[in-house]
């Protein structure tokens, strides 16, 4: 009996520091595909050497004037390699009843929004879009809580911080975080 105690106590230690190194592995979200609000597939690792910003927006939400802040966001960054990319959801209180256009059209003469408007995307339950399925295991992993709760992605694909939806666009922590993912050189 102690041989075989012995014998199996290697595998199941190389198992437990495996469990315990995936814990601490990054979020990474560069090999998924998700949907253009015009139902295009579009990979993630086309945004590659870019940072994201991915927010699930609504129309008719408390936060919904953010998306002016999204995009005076999207303004400043833009052509520093930020890229704003709001996936609207109906998940929360019905506050995106809307189809992709009509939403595109609110937001385009509401608030002037030109970053990409992505594919209405369920996030929670068990329909939730893998991107979503990816992004909640960020620190604190756990489900969208709200509207407009953000996730900060950096130039090779890692989910680099995730943001209540009370931390709005212009919140000194978010663009200082923004800031610090775009002077990152590619692929750290």
């Known amino acids: 009996m102690k041989i075989l105690c012995l014998l ?54 408390g936060y919904t004037p953010q998306y002016k802040g999204l995009e005076a966001l999207n303004q400043k960054y833009k052509d520093k390699g930020l ?38 995307v369920v996030i929670k339950g068990d329909s939730k879009s893998a991107l979503y399925e ?6 604190p992993a756990g489900d969208v809580g709200w509207n407009f709760e953000k996730f900060l992605v950096g130039k090779d694909g890692t989910v680099l911080a995730r ?6 666009p212009e919140d000194a922590q978010l663009l200082k975080d923004i800031e610090k993912a775009l002077q990152e050189p590619p692929g750290n």
């Open 8 to 61: 199996i106590a290697p595998f199941f230690l190389t198992g437990l520091m495996a469990a315990e190194t995936d814990k601490k592995m990054k979020v990474n979200i560069s090999d998924l595909s998700v949907k253009t609000g015009a139902g295009v597939e579009k990979k993630l690792s086309d945004y590659k050497g870019q940072v994201l910003l991915i927010v699930n927006v609504a129309s008719q939400c």
């Open 134 to 139: 990816r992004l909640i295991r960020q620190e």
């Open 163 to 168: 943001y209540k939806s009370g931390v709005g």
């Open 83 to 120: 890229r704003v990319l709001g996936f609207p959801c109906n998940d929360f209180g019905g506050q995106e009843p809307g189809g992709n256009e009509e939403i595109r059209q609110f937001c385009t003469a509401k608030y002037g929004v030109t970053f990409e408007l992505m594919d209405k």
